[in-house]
């Protein structure tokens, strides 16, 4: 015994320090606010054997800090698209396929996910499997046990194999593609597959089709773009959740295990944030581009109303709820067709109807995005007067949320003082005497006076 405590003598102070802590000596001593002692002779005896004592703490400290991850940025707050045990379960993916058809004006939608992915269907000799389509078929899509394997020439595989956007037109002289008759594909003249990846993994495939060679606008191919990567990093990050509430009940795991599943939880959380805000912004361009505005109108709104939250002092996740609503707040319309917010001549009264209730349709997809749902307010309310005769509910004065008050007064800035068809822009100055006439009945005159401020 003392000839082992004797040998542990001629080990580096550094070494032992290193054994105690599995590979993480730095990390230990700068959690101990020791992190100027970088020098070895400075590290002593006692030291080492306080920081021994702390692994125990360590373990538990890192699974915590997991556990809160989980906690904090669960599924729940993002897109719950995966741990599916029926066929049944697998009906979201027809409503995603019909919601991207209705979103771009497309004749038809499908999604393929890989073998992995497709939890439940995965009896088959198919890579890539069929999981929703935006067709009302005859037949079960999953009795068909429709697919793709990653070693033929099809589109999908390589779209999926090589991580990239493959757009094909007048598909029936192309004499690589392969219709599949069950989805009526002798049809499709224009072709699009939108691999879905992150940094991590690949997950699968959005095919988008029309039966005529009507080219999507890069507005709508960016969205569905962002839109892949958005479904394939939740499902990425669901995956790995799981992963990481099975390593932390283990008894043997030990803190470098924890570690490395730390460094991919907080990496693939970091994309997933990126994406989101990626899929807000381009979500909004896509309305702009669908409507008559210029195309970066949702941006001048939301840029304003971020603005009066900053001058009346607001802190910075309400900020940023607020800005997000404002993007998104005639969210609405890119479910309309594009031609009922050209037309010229007057519009009927199911145009109007249409065009009325465009708001509540927006809240309808913002509900089925968990991750914005905390805006879901800010839009329903934004067309609310101070005076109580607005819509949808006759809210007034205070009872209106704040974020909805703010919103209603940068989109009325930034409507007035845009060109429309039937009448040119008006001026800063005009603008302005406007907003300050319906002070009072239309918006808060609080906030009047704060675009005031910021504007003269």
């Not at 049944?88 to 939608?109: G, H, P, R």
């Not at 690589?176 to 939108?194: N, T």
């Not at 939880?265 to 909004?284: C, H, K, P, R």
């Not at 594009?338 to 465009?358: C, I, P, R, T, V």
Request: with cysteine.
């Amino acid at each position: 015994m003392a000839e082992d405590k004797k040998e542990n003598k001629n080990v580096s102070v550094f070494a032992r320090s290193e054994m105690s802590l599995e590979s993480d000596p730095l990390e230990e001593i700068f959690a101990l606010n020791l992190g100027d002692f970088i020098s070895e002779h400075l590290i002593s005896d006692e030291l080492v054997q306080k920081i021994s004592r702390t692994n125990v703490d360590k373990l538990q400290s890192i699974k915590n800090q997991l556990k809160e991850l989980i906690s904090i940025y669960s599924i729940d707050n993002t897109l719950k698209i995966l741990g599916f045990s029926s066929k049944e379960d697998y009906v979201i993916y027809n409503s995603i396929a019909k919601t991207i058809k209705q979103m771009l004006e497309i004749d038809a939608c499908q999604v393929f996910l890989s073998k992995e992915y497709a939890m439940g269907l995965n009896n088959t000799e198919h890579d890539l499997i069929l999981v929703g389509s935006s067709q009302i078929l005859k037949k079960d899509i999953y009795d068909a046990k429709i697919g793709y394997c990653l070693s033929d020439n099809s589109f999908v595989s390589q779209s999926y194999n090589e991580r990239k956007l493959i757009e094909l037109f007048d598909c029936n002289t192309n004499k690589d593609f392969k219709p599949i008759s069950f989805l009526g594909e002798e049809k499709v003249k224009y072709y699009l597959a939108v691999p879905m990846y992150n940094n991590m993994e690949k997950v699968g495939v959005i095919v988008v089709e029309n039966y005529k060679n009507k080219k999507l606008s890069e507005e709508f191919i960016e969205l569905l773009t962002v839109t892949a990567r958005l479904f394939a990093t939740s499902m990425s990050l669901e995956k790995l959740t799981e992963e990481t509430e099975a390593l932390i009940k283990e008894k043997d795991v030990t803190v470098l295990q924890l570690q490395n599943k730390r460094a991919e939880l907080t990496a693939l959380i970091g994309d997933l944030s990126g994406e989101q805000q990626w899929f807000v912004e381009n979500l909004a361009q896509a309305v702009d581009a669908k409507s008559s505005f210029k195309n970066n109108y949702s941006h001048e709104v939301a840029d304003l109303a971020r603005e009066i939250s900053t001058t009346i002092g607001l802190n910075e996740k309400t900020k940023d709820l607020i800005y997000y609503a404002a993007l998104l707040r005639n969210i609405g319309k890119i479910t309309l067709p594009e031609e009922l917010f050209n037309k010229k001549e007057k519009l009927s009264a199911e145009d109007w109807e249409k065009l009325q209730n465009h708001p509540n349709v927006g809240v309808s997809i913002l509900m089925s995005i968990n991750f914005l749902s905390e805006v879901v307010p800010y839009i329903n309310y934004h067309k609310e007067r101070w005076d109580g005769k607005g819509e949808p509910e006759g809210l007034k004065g205070q009872s209106i949320p704040l974020g909805s008050r703010i919103i209603a007064i940068a989109d009325a800035y930034s409507a007035i003082t845009t060109e429309r068809k039937y009448r040119k822009a008006h001026s800063n100055k005009e603008a302005l005497e406007i907003l300050k006439s319906e002070s009072g009945s239309k918006w808060d005159p609080e906030l009047i006076n704060v675009i005031v401020k910021i504007k003269e």
